[in-house]
């Protein structure tokens, strides 16, 4: 698993393995879910995530 934080976009996105992303929905507002062909999730993208988390700028970050 990796997870990223993007301050400029004050986006964070949660990628669960390398599968390419054959589909992404919308799921909730600023809520976007990618899935791979065999509909298995890929990665969850939170925008605005500042004000959904309390501290998006302390999370630890690692390679796949």
């Given at each position: 698993?990796?997870?990223?934080?993007?301050?400029?976009?004050?986006?964070?996105?949660i990628k669960f393995n390398n599968h390419i992303i054959a589909d992404t929905i919308?799921?909730?507002p600023d809520i976007i879910l990618d899935y791979d062909k065999e509909e298995n999730?890929?990665?969850?993208?939170?925008?605005?995530?500042?004000?959904?988390?309390e501290k998006?700028?302390?999370?630890?970050?690692?390679?796949?």
């Open positions: 698993m990796k997870v990223t934080y993007n301050k400029e976009a004050d986006a964070l996105y919308s799921d909730k999730i890929v990665g969850i993208e939170v925008l605005n995530a500042s004000q959904k988390m998006p700028l302390q999370i630890q970050y690692e390679e796949l």
